[in-house]
């Protein structure tokens, strides 16, 4: 199909109609809302309700769509969500791993809409929970476990510690990672320092072997802060981090994908001091410490499978927080909300069979097409 200067003109004409009416349409909306901001802080109710904006992204799932993707439509509705936060002057800092370019900003701009929040990077995850607990942030987004590499133990430790910090949702996120240079550099021989984050280290681990044996490694708090280091100590520093931070600190890719699992991907959490109620696809995570008797872990273990829960995760931590030595807290993430009745009876069972035992939260598990 071809179309004339006139009817292309038509069609154009068409759209600007329609989006007249959207802005209208969402005027009206940020209206409603403003109203609606007003009333909770008339009655001292919480200013943001996640499980209200969660439904209203679910719903859009189950629209019936010709053109649209439900995936581009939850997009668009986070954003308008977010502009309409800001008319009710509800702004939320978000802190996220950096600096910029890093795979944890990226993370953070998947899950919060850029309308409505506002975006600070701080060196390391310590920082983030230090400025949550302190009430400087609503928000923070740490990577907690890689597919390839596990956990990452800060992350783990600081939940323990934290005595309002909780999980209140997850993103996943593919990482590719790639070996940064200086402009110009056209191969391996001038570099003689390698710097990134000990988790983009390891997931490279083979083509550092391959490609660049005996090369200098220093291990940083961050990739994409490897790769701001590197271009500042000149050319013989090279980074491995995302592409985005090569084209933040204006930085050249010499090699892409060099991670050794091409499948490698990393889980984010996000923390709040909310509490997230059931959604119907809900993960838990919780830390315990088991009692020094036979069968301990066995029996808080069963009470999982006895009441059909589903463990997707199990790993064993030095418990730190206790005076004996050899004691292990156990983290586990299982499918389900501490609402549910059966997580609820589990945990009830567990408590019988452990010395300690923490929530660190329950939240809407990650869905790949939001």
Known sequence: MTFDGEELAALREKIND??????ALLEKRAGVAKEIGEVKKARGLPVRDWSREQ?????LAEQSLELLSASDLQKIYKEIMGACRHVEELEDKVGFLGPEGSF????????????????????NSWQIFRSLE???LEHGVVPIENSTQGTVPETLDLLLDSPSIKIIGEIELKVHQALIVHPGIEDTSSIEVICSHPQGIAQARKFLQERLPGVQ?????????SVKYAKEMGPTHAAIGSELAAEYYGMSILYKAIEDNPNNQTRFVV???????????????IIFTVKHEPGSLFHALEAF???????????????RHLPEIWNYNFFIDFDGHVEDLDASAALAEIKDHVMFLKVL??????NEDE
Do not use: C, H, Q, W
Request: aromatic fraction near 8%.
């Open 271 to 285: 923390l709040g001091k909310s509490t997230m109620k059931p959604t119907g696809s809900d993960r838990t995570s």
């Open 55 to 59: 439904k209203v992204l679910d719903s």
């Open 104 to 123: 944890a900003e990226m993370a953070t701009k998947r899950f919060f809409s850029e309308a409505g929040n506002s975006f600070v990077p701080f060196e």
């Open 361 to 366: 939260g329950s939240y809407p598990k990650y």
């Open 134 to 136: 302190a009430g400087e």
């Open 305 to 319: 499978a006895a009441n059909s829960i589903n463990l997707t995760k199990i790993e064993s931590r030095p418990a």
């Open 18 to 23: 329609i989006d007249a009416d959207l802005v």
């Open 217 to 225: 490694i220093k291990e940083m708090f961050s990739t994409s802060g």
